[in-house]
């Protein structure tokens, strides 16, 4: 351990659609109100992508503002990951369509789909990388269009989801900063809890998977629910241990920003005051792999993120997954020439 390079990230940006759905504008759509929603999942409103983007233009908006802010060139980048559930389309993988539009003609590009945990299981993974000395900047994107997947008819699941990307550049940082401890997992067995079942190999698309609806988001709510809030606590403990700090130690607390009531759960499982808990569920509802950096990154532009401070990042999602990170934030601390 004590020769590794550490990572960090160097740069962050995210893009958010400007058209914005209200809870009100979705009484018109299904049945359901503003009370329902806000009450037993937080969420006032959601971003809803125009239909002329798709995941990849959002990913790209957001890439370039996180390499803006890292202050590095598109030729830099040695690697793109794409985390999303949304991808434009099976194949190319959208880290190729992205690696295009960026014109960072040096870097490998892969898709990674693990559900809303996709942010985190692309910045442990890309961190590997620049820990072995094979790469020097990583540019893992979260990005997602929800709303090309979710079920306007279905008021269990349509009221959840909303549109958006992050991106952050991964670089080695200086010795005691970025990344310092991680938990990652997964649990197959709970993967028909989420799940888009048809336009694969198991159910092609056909007139009956279109008829049947089965090329939306199918959730079981409650079995997703208690899952996310027993593993959100665990995952986060087990990346604090692997890290060796404290939940006393963390300053920000950026949970997934799923349901206002799992992240309180989790937070009071974790004993961190809400004061220490970022959430923008509110205004951006469920952005799936998107949700991470989109939180990092106002937290950061409100202020509340200063450079030393201990950041705990947690997601979880379909898959079923989660993962947890715990980082040292340094954007003060250069990237290692
Ligand atoms: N408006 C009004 N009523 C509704 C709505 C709605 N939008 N949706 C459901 N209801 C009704 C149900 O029909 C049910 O009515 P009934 O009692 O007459 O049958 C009632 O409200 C209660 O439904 P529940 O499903 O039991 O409600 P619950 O309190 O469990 O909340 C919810 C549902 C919000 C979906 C919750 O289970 C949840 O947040 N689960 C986790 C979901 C999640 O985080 N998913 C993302 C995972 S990450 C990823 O990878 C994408």
Aim: some cysteine; glycine content about 10%.
């Amino acid at each position: 351990m004590q020769n590794e390079k550490s990572v960090g990230i160097i740069g962050i940006g995210c893009y958010l659609p400007e058209k914005i759905v209200t809870n009100k504008d979705l009484e018109k759509i299904v049945d359901t109100n503003d009370e329902w929603i806000v009450e037993r999942t937080g969420i006032r409103e959601r971003r809803i992508a125009d239909p002329s983007i798709a995941t990849s233009d959002q990913a790209t908006f957001a890439a370039q503002k996180a390499l803006a802010d890292a202050g590095i060139t598109a030729e830099e980048i040695d690697l793109i990951i794409v985390a999303t559930a949304t991808p434009d389309m099976f194949f190319p993988a959208t880290a190729c369509l992205v690696q295009n539009n960026l014109k960072a003609v040096n870097a490998a590009a892969f898709d990674l789909a693990a559900g809303c945990t996709g942010f985190v299981y692309g910045l442990i993974t890309g961190a590997q990388f620049i820990k072995t000395g094979l790469y020097k900047h990583v540019l893992v994107i979260g990005a997602e269009t929800l709303s090309r997947i979710a079920d306007w008819t279905d008021r269990s699941t349509c009221v959840l989801f909303g549109d958006g990307a992050g991106a952050a550049v991964l670089s080695e940082v200086e010795s005691g900063y970025g990344i310092l401890g991680c938990n990652i997992g997964a649990d197959g067995s709970g993967g028909e809890f989420l799940m888009l079942p048809a336009g694969g190999s198991r159910m092609p698309t056909s007139e009956e998977s279109l008829s049947n609806r089965k090329h939306y988001i199918h959730m079981n709510g409650n079995e997703v629910f208690k899952f996310a809030v027993k593993i959100m606590g665990e995952s986060a403990l087990k990346a604090l241990e692997n890290a060796n700090i404290s939940t006393d130690e963390i300053d920000l607390f950026i949970p997934h920003q799923a349901n206002m009531r799992i992240i309180t759960s989790a937070a009071k499982r974790l004993k961190a005051p809400m004061e220490k808990v970022m959430i923008n569920v509110d205004r951006y509802g469920n952005t799936a792999a998107a949700s991470l950096p989109i939180a990092l990154r106002e937290a950061i532009d409100e202020g509340r993120v200063k450079d030393g401070d201990v950041l705990l990042m947690v997601g979880f999602g379909a898959g079923l997954t989660w993962a947890s990170c715990v980082l040292k934030w340094g954007k003060g601390a250069k990237p290692v020439a």
